[in-house]
C-alpha cells in the first residue's frame, strides 16, 4: 500500500518535476543555482572556471564546428576534437577512388600535410550578455503579434550592432523560453581549420547506420583538425603563411577513466528541443508527422542502399548524403517508440489537466489549452503538405538542384546583365559540387518513388496544377512521366548546363525557365506559396505566442521548479553521472564498452563491421601499451547528461574540467529527451577518450598528436 502511495506520487510529479540530470543550462546563468546543484553530485570546480570574461575558461576552449556540431581544443597549438561524424563532409570532399580516405583514414604527419577546408569554419563564443529589456523595449500588448515581431527584430539589430561595433565579432540576440528572455551571443569565426587526421570509417563509423543511435557502441567517432590564424594570432582567410592558433584555453586530457556514479559534465551546442509541447503537440508529431517522414525515407534509404551495396563509385558519392537521410529517419523511429513507453500524450494530459485547475480562475491563462488544441486540429494537413514539400520534392536531387536557379531566373527579366552574371558564374560553382556526388540512376528511382507518395500522402487541395497533365498526357503513369523530363531536363547533364551558365546571357532564360523539371518544380512552388506556407507558419506563430504565454504560465504555476530553456544551438551545460540501464526486463546495460566488442561484432561479410587488417593485428598482438585497462581498452561509455543533435564532438569532461571523452550520440530507448527526458533511459554515448589516443598512437602512428596534449595520468 505504501509503495502503490509512493507511485501514485512520484507519477504525478513526474511531469512537473525536473530530474537532477534533466537540463541544459546557460553558461552566463550557472550561478543562479545550477553550479550549487553540480558541486553537490561531485563538481569540483566553479562557475567561474566555466564561464568567465575576465580570464580564460572552459568556453573558450569549446568551438561550435562547421554549421551544426561542436569541438574543443586540445593543444595549444589550436589542435581541435571533434566527431567522425561532424568531420565526414570534409574527410569526403578529399577523397576518391585513388585517395578515399573515408575508406582508409588520413593522418598528417607535418603540419605541411593537413589538408585546408574552404567552407568550413569554427566559432568561439566571446560572451552572454541578458538583454531581455533591450530586446522587448517597445513592445506592448496591444501590438498585434506581427507588429511585436517586427518591433522586436528591429531592437535585437541594433542590440547587436552595438556590440560588435569595430571588433571582427559577429553577435546574435535570441530568444528563450518562447520570447520571455533574450541573450546576445558574441562570437569570433575562424575560417582556416585544417583536417589533421581521421580513422578509416570501419573504425570512426564502424557499426554504421546498423549501429546508430545504440548502445553498446563500439564507434571510434572522432576526426582531428587545427584551427590556423594570421602572424597576430587573428582570424584569417586561408593563407600558406597562417599559423597554429594559440588559444586562450584548452583541455587537458584524463587517463583516469570512468567507473559507475562519476560525476560527469558536457559543454556544447544542442540544437533544438522542445520540453514543453503540449500533448497535442506531441499527438501531432508522434502519429501523424513522424510516420509520414520515416515512411518517405524508407523509400529513399531501399533506393541508396540498393545501389550502394554493388557498386563503390555510388557508395561514395551518396556515403555523406546517406547518413544525413539515415540519421533522422532513425531518430524519429526511436523518438516514436519511447515517447510510446513514456506514454508521453496521457502524462501531459494528466498535466494539463492541473493546469486547467490551477489556471481556471486566471483569464490570461485559462482558455490556452483550448486555444492550443484548435491551432494543432488546423495545423494537421498544412504540416503534412510542408513535411512532404520537404521530404518529397526536396528529397528528389534534381529537383532541389533546379529550384537553386529561382533567382538567375528573376534576375534574368531584369535589364542589369552585371547581376545575371554574377549569378551564373555562383550556379557554375555550386554545379560541379552538385555533379561530384550525382548519380542518375539513384536520383531517376528516388523520383519515381516519391512523386506518387506526394499525391497519395497530401490532401487533393495540395496538388498542383501539372498532376492533371501527368494524367492526361501519360494516363497517370508516374514511371513514363520521370522517364521523359529525365530524358529532356538540363538540369542532370553536367556538360549542357556548364556551358549554359559559362555563356549565359538573359535570352537564354527559357531554356532553364521551361525546362521540365523547373516546370515541375514551379508547380509545387506555386502550391507551398500559395496554398501551405502562409497557412502553416501562421498557425505556428498563433503557437509560438500561445507557447510564450504558456511558458510563463508554467514558471508561475511551479514557483518552485528549476526551468531550463529549451536548446536553441547556443552554448549550454548539462551534467549528470556515468551510468548503465536496463533496455528490458532481464537486461541490464554496462555503462561501458571495449576494443573486444569491436572483435566480437567483426565481419569482413558485412560492410558495417568489416574493421581494418591493422586493428585485428593489434589486437592479436594486444598491443595495447597504456591505453589498456583489464586486458583491453575502453571504448565508449554512457551516462546521464542531457544532450541533444549538435552536441555531437562536445567534450565530457570530468569533476576536475579534463577531457574523459567526446560526445557523438545518445541511446536508442531514451532518444525521445527531446520532447521528454527519461532519468532510466535517457543516455548519452561517449567515446572514451583512450580510445581516441590508442588510434592515433598505436594504429596510425601518429603519437606526435597525443604529445601535443596534456595528458593527466
Ligand atoms: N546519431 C548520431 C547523431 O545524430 C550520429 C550520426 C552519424 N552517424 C551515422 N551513422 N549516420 O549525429
Ligand atoms: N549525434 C548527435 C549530433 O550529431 C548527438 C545527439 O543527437 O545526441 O549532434
Not at 298 to 327: P, Q
Not at 412 to 420: E, H, I, N, Q, W
Not at 539 to 561: F, G, H, T, W
Not at 609 to 637: H, M, T, W
Request: aromatic content about 14%; some cysteine.
Amino acid at each position: 500500500m505504501k509503495k502503490l502511495l509512493l507511485y501514485v506520487i512520484c507519477s504525478l510529479i513526474s511531469v512537473s518535476q525536473l530530474f537532477a540530470d534533466e537540463g541544459m543550462w546557460i553558461p552566463l546563468l550557472l550561478k543562479n543555482h545550477t553550479i550549487a546543484d553540480m558541486q553537490k553530485n561531485g563538481f569540483k570546480l566553479t562557475a567561474d572556471d566555466i564561464y568567465n570574461i575576465n580570464q580564460a575558461s572552459t568556453k573558450d576552449a569549446i568551438v561550435i564546428f562547421g554549421r551544426g556540431c561542436t569541438g574543443e581544443l586540445v593543444s595549444d597549438q589550436g589542435l581541435l576534437l571533434t566527431n567522425h561524424h561532424c568531420g565526414y563532409g570534409q574527410i569526403q570532399r578529399h577523397s576518391s577512388i585513388e585517395k578515399d580516405y573515408l575508406t582508409n583514414g588520413f593522418w598528417a604527419m607535418s603540419k605541411a600535410e593537413e589538408l585546408p577546408n574552404p567552407g568550413l569554419s569554427v566559432t568561439f563564443l566571446v560572451r552572454i550578455e541578458d538583454v531581455t529589456k533591450q530586446a522587448l523595449e517597445g513592445v506592448s500588448s496591444s501590438m498585434s503579434q506581427t507588429e511585436k515581431y517586427k518591433k522586436i527584430a528591429d531592437n535585437n539589430r541594433e542590440i547587436e550592432s552595438k556590440a560588435i561595433a569595430g571588433t571582427n565579432h559577429t553577435a546574435s540576440v535570441r530568444s528563450f523560453y518562447y520570447g520571455n528572455e533574450y541573450y546576445m551571443f558574441v562570437y569570433e569565426e575562424f575560417k582556416d581549420v585544417r583536417l589533421v587526421g581521421a580513422p578509416p570509417s570501419s573504425i570512426g563509423k564502424f557499426g554504421g547506420d546498423t549501429d546508430n543511435w545504440m548502445w553498446p557502441r563500439h564507434t571510434g567517432d572522432f576526426s582531428v583538425f587545427r584551427i590556423y590564424a594570421n602572424k597576430e594570432n587573428q582570424p584569417a582567410d586561408y593563407s600558406p603563411d597562417n599559423v597554429p592558433y594559440k588559444p586562450k584555453k584548452f583541455l587537458n586530457v584524463s587517463m583516469k577513466g570512468v567507473n559507475e556514479g562519476d560525476f560527469t559534465w558536457v559543454i556544447g551546442y544542442p540544437g533544438g528541443t522542445e520540453q514543453y509541447l503540449t500533448s497535442d503537440a506531441i499527438k501531432l508529431v508522434s502519429e501523424v508527422r513522424n510516420p509520414h517522414k520515416i515512411k518517405l525515407r524508407d523509400k529513399r534509404l531501399e533506393v541508396m542502399n540498393a545501389y550502394a551495396n554493388v557498386n563503390d563509385t555510388i557508395r561514395i558519392k551518396y556515403a555523406s548524403k546517406n547518413a544525413g537521410v539515415s540519421n533522422s529517419w532513425k531518430r524519429w523511429i526511436g523518438e516514436i517508440n519511447g515517447l510510446k513507453r513514456l506514454d508521453a500524450v496521457n502524462k501531459k494530459i494528466a498535466f494539463e489537466n492541473e493546469f486547467t485547475n490551477w489556471a481556471a480562475n486566471k483569464p490570461n491563462y485559462n482558455g490556452l489549452l483550448k486555444e492550443f488544441n484548435k491551432n494543432y486540429t488546423d495545423i494537421e494537413s498544412y504540416a503534412l503538405a510542408y513535411d512532404y514539400w520537404r521530404e518529397a520534392v526536396y528529397g528528389i536531387e534534381v529537383i532541389a538542384y533546379a529550384s537553386g536557379f529561382e533567382k538567375l531566373i528573376e534576375i534574368s527579366k531584369g535589364t542589369d546583365s552585371s547581376l545575371a552574371l554574377a549569378e551564373s558564374t555562383r550556379l557554375l560553382k555550386v554545379s560541379s559540387n552538385f555533379f561530384k556526388d550525382y548519380d542518375l540512376r539513384v536520383d531517376k528511382d528516388i523520383f519515381k518513388a516519391l512523386l506518387p507518395m506526394y499525391f497519395a500522402g497530401v490532401n487533393e487541395e495540395f496538388y498542383p496544377s501539372i498532376y492533371s497533365k501527368i494524367q492526361s498526357k501519360y494516363n497517370g503513369d508516374f514511371d513514363k512521366y520521370v522517364e521523359q523530363v529525365f530524358e529532356e531536363t538540363i538540369f542532370n547533364k553536367p556538360e549542357k548546363l556548364e556551358k549554359l551558365l559559362s555563356n549565359y546571357s538573359a535570352n537564354r532564360v527559357g531554356e532553364l525557365k521551361n525546362d521540365p523539371i523547373y516546370v515541375l518544380y514551379n508547380s509545387f512552388l506555386d502550391v507551398y506559396k500559395d496554398k501551405v506556407s502562409e497557412k502553416y507558419f501562421a498557425i505556428s506563430a498563433k503557437n509560438d505566442s500561445l507557447y510564450n504565454i504558456y511558458m510563463n504560465a508554467l514558471r508561475e504555476m511551479q514557483p518552485q521548479k528549476k526551468f531550463y530553456p529549451d536548446a536553441n544551438f547556443t552554448m549550454r551545460v548539462a551534467y549528470g553521472k556515468v551510468k548503465g540501464y536496463y533496455p528490458k526486463d532481464g537486461v541490464k546495460y554496462l555503462h561501458y564498452t571495449t576494443l573486444d566488442g569491436v572483435i566480437e561484432k567483426d565481419n569482413p561479410a558485412i560492410y558495417d563491421y568489416d574493421i581494418p587488417n591493422r586493428l585485428r593485428e593489434i589486437y592479436k598482438q594486444k598491443d595495447y601499451g597504456v591505453y589498456a585497462k583489464d586486458g583491453s581498452v575502453p571504448l565508449c561509455f554512457i551516462a546521464t547528461n542531457h544532450t541533444t543533435g549538435g552536441n555531437s564532438g562536445s567534450p565530457v569532461l570530468d569533476a576536475y574540467g579534463n577531457l574523459i571523452g567526446l560526445n557523438f550520440d545518445r541511446a536508442w530507448e531514451g532518444i525521445a529527451s527531446d520532447m521528454m527526458y527519461d532519468p532510466d533511459f535517457s543516455r548519452n554515448v561517449t567515446l572514451d577518450i583512450r580510445y581516441v589516443l590508442f588510434i592515433i598512437d598505436k594504429y596510425a602512428g601518429a603519437k606526435h598528436l597525443v604529445d601535443e596534449m596534456v595528458i593527466v595520468k
